[in-house]
């Protein structure tokens, strides 16, 4: 009926039976008398119909035809589910819910006329970053390969300008002081003062977790030897001897699928943290603790797949790194009983596992998850899944800047050193600012109160999956 009465007014503003007058108005027959009251042609506008469509005035222009939304029965314009209308360049997000969905992918989905958030992200800071078309859009310059090439270039700018002390040297350095840290850390254990006693244990914890989290994260990536040989020396000597796990699934686990598909549900979305038969209190306090006895076990669970000469060769390894920890504390240390000794074990090697298990769902958990089959290009999967935490000296120490500090950094360039990534935070983060890309930034203290309250949401229940929708 809309669209009949405007093609009837398009027709010259003239109805049957009127003839216009010199000057506009009109004239009906030969009388000047007002003419008859008639009946409007367009009924009043139901409340809360849009702005634009209201009784027309008595004399009608010609009007483009307009698009307006159908009304539904409650009076209120109908706007399409996850539809959303974000300034040019910039693509909003359109979230799928699973099934069954959960309270947050409803919720997403039902919020049609408000700006997407981040998952997760306490505050809920707003996503006005562009991303990139959805699969099978044309691409522009700005395009996810342009952007990242555009970045790598400046990354490698630094390193070239870079020492090897810079590259290796700071890292290799770390390493080394840790293990001439041990003979102290063992010798103090003889003392029966109670803060030498201490003082012992905290320097073996610190110097076990520099040395199975730093140096088994660095060896996995190829990151303190530009030596393929040395690489794999370090790498079975970190990861097999130090950290009591299987180089083969550690490589597989961390470089293949996490790196290689972050965030990705099913392969690099870092579910094997989740254990939803757990409250969220025995998981956050006391589930660490079992770390150290859960590491060596699924990496000897693990050995039934690899060929026997790697399941040999890793049994042989981390059987040597266990007993020597053990023989150790029996010969140098002094401990007279077995158990004294596998329980001084096991208290250095939890010394720092709550932050380890923490940092580990911290960083990628809780941010946009996404599909197989259409996740987005590398630099706004990495700019989206991965966040940093603030620099802390110990975990910095200890874990290294690229699970710290530098996560983001690491995940876009995984080659380089702590020591690297730090250098180059500037450069990437000053480009993605630059480039309107989201930059995920967090406290360790914010983080760790946001999954106490939204632990069943992030660890028990199948997270949403996040689309990129482009605008063209």
Same mark, same amino acid.
């Given at each position: 009926?809309?669209?009949?009465?405007?093609?009837?007014?398009?027709?010259?503003?003239?109805?049957?039976?009127?003839?216009?007058?010199?000057?506009?108005?009109?004239?009906?027959?030969?009388?000047?008398?007002?003419?008859?009251?008639?009946?409007?042609?367009?009924?009043?506008?139901?409340?809360?119909?849009?702005?634009?469509?209201?009784?027309?005035?008595?004399?009608?222009?010609?009007?483009?035809?307009?698009?307006?939304?159908a009304l539904?029965?409650?009076?209120?314009?109908?706007?399409?589910?996850?539809t959303?209308?974000?300034?040019?360049?910039?693509?909003?997000?359109?979230?799928?819910?699973?099934?069954?969905?959960?309270?947050?992918?409803?919720?997403?989905?039902?919020?049609?006329?408000?700006?997407?958030?981040?998952?997760?992200?306490?505050?809920?800071?707003?996503?006005?970053?562009?991303?990139?078309?959805?699969?099978?859009?044309?691409?522009?310059n700005?395009?996810?390969?342009?952007?990242?090439?555009?970045?790598?270039?400046?990354?490698?700018?630094?390193?070239?300008?870079?020492?090897?002390?810079?590259?290796?040297?700071?890292?290799?350095?770390?390493?080394?002081?840790?293990?001439?840290?041990?003979?102290?850390?063992?010798?103090?254990?003889?003392?029966?003062?109670?803060?030498?006693?201490?003082?012992?244990?905290?320097?073996?914890?610190?110097?076990?977790?520099?040395?199975?989290?730093?140096?088994?994260?660095?060896?996995?990536?190829?990151?303190?030897?530009?030596?393929?040989?040395?690489?794999?020396?370090?790498?079975?000597?970190?990861?097999?001897?130090?950290?009591?796990?299987?180089?083969?699934?550690?490589?597989?686990?961390?470089?293949?699928?996490?790196?290689?598909?972050t965030?990705?549900l099913? $392969?690099?979305?870092?579910?094997?943290?989740? $254990?939803?038969?757990?409250?969220?209190?025995?998981?956050?306090?006391?589930?660490?603790?079992?770390?150290?006895?859960?590491?060596?076990?699924?990496?000897?669970?693990?050995?039934?797949?690899?060929?026997?000469?790697?399941?040999?060769?890793?049994?042989?390894?981390?059987s040597l790194?266990?007993?020597?920890?053990?023989?150790?504390?029996?010969s140098?240390?002094?401990?007279?009983?077995?158990?004294?000794?596998?329980?001084?074990?096991?208290?250095?090697?939890?010394?720092?596992?709550?932050?380890? $298990?923490?940092?580990?769902?911290?960083?990628?958990?809780?941010?946009?998850?996404?599909?197989?089959?259409?996740?987005?290009?590398?630099?706004?999967?990495?700019?989206?899944?991965?966040?940093?935490?603030?620099?802390?000296?110990?975990?910095?120490?200890?874990?290294?800047?690229?699970?710290?500090?530098?996560?983001?950094?690491?995940?876009?360039?995984?080659? $380089?050193?702590?020591?690297?990534?730090?250098?180059?935070?500037?450069?990437?983060?000053?480009?993605?600012?630059?480039?309107?890309?989201?930059?995920?930034?967090?406290?360790?203290?914010?983080?760790?109160?946001?999954f106490?309250?939204?632990?069943?949401?992030?660890?028990?229940?199948?997270?949403?999956?996040?689309?990129?929708?482009?605008?063209?």
């Amino acid at each position: 009926m809309l669209q009949q009465t405007l093609e009837g007014a398009g027709t010259g503003g003239r109805e049957e039976g009127v003839r216009e007058g010199p000057g506009g108005g009109s004239l009906w027959g030969s009388q000047r008398h007002p003419p008859p009251p008639r009946r409007p042609a367009f009924p009043p506008a139901p409340a809360g119909f849009p702005s634009g469509v209201a009784s027309p005035p008595g004399r009608i222009r010609p009007l483009p035809l307009r698009r307006f939304w159908a009304l539904p029965p409650g009076g209120c314009p109908r706007v399409p589910a996850r539809t959303m209308t974000p300034r040019a360049g910039v693509p909003g997000w359109r979230v799928t819910p699973p099934r069954p969905a959960p309270a947050c992918a409803v919720r997403l989905a039902g919020a049609a006329n408000r700006p997407p958030v981040l998952l997760g992200h306490p505050g809920g800071r707003r996503a006005r970053e562009p991303m990139e078309p959805a699969g099978g859009a044309p691409r522009g310059n700005g395009g996810g390969e342009a952007l990242l090439g555009e970045l790598e270039a400046l990354v490698r700018d630094v390193e070239r300008a870079s020492s090897w002390w810079e590259r290796h040297g700071v890292d290799c350095a770390i390493l080394a002081l840790s293990l001439l840290a041990l003979p102290a850390g063992f010798l103090c254990l003889r003392s029966e003062n109670v803060l030498v006693l201490g003082l012992g244990i905290t320097i073996l914890g610190v110097c076990h977790y520099t040395l199975t989290v730093k140096g088994s994260h660095l060896a996995t990536h190829g990151a303190l030897t530009e030596s393929k040989g040395w690489s794999k020396v370090w790498e079975l000597f970190f990861v097999e001897v130090c950290s009591a796990f299987s180089a083969e699934y550690a490589k597989y686990g961390h470089v293949k699928l996490h790196h290689g598909y972050t965030n990705v549900l099913g $392969l690099g979305d870092s579910s094997t943290w989740r $254990l939803p038969c757990l409250n969220r209190f025995v998981y956050m306090f006391l589930a660490p603790l079992l770390i150290p006895v859960i590491t060596p076990l699924v990496a000897v669970e693990r050995l039934r797949k690899v060929e026997l000469r790697s399941a040999v060769r890793t049994l042989g390894l981390i059987s040597l790194g266990l007993y020597a920890h053990y023989w150790l504390l029996r010969s140098v240390s002094g401990f007279r009983s077995p158990g004294s000794a596998l329980l001084c074990m096991l208290t250095t090697r939890s010394l720092l596992a709550h932050p380890y $298990l923490h940092v580990n769902i911290f960083q990628h958990i809780g941010l946009p998850m996404f599909s197989r089959d259409k996740k987005p290009r590398r630099i706004h999967m990495m700019s989206l899944g991965v966040l940093n935490l603030p620099r802390l000296p110990l975990l910095d120490w200890a874990f290294g800047h690229s699970l710290i500090s530098c996560h983001v950094e690491h995940h876009l360039f995984p080659r $380089l050193s702590d020591n690297m990534c730090l250098k180059v935070k500037p450069v990437v983060s000053g480009f993605l600012h630059e480039k309107q890309l989201p930059y995920n930034e967090d406290s360790y203290l914010a983080r760790f109160r946001l999954f106490l309250s939204r632990y069943e949401e992030f660890m028990v229940q199948t997270p949403p999956i996040t689309e990129l929708v482009g605008l063209q």
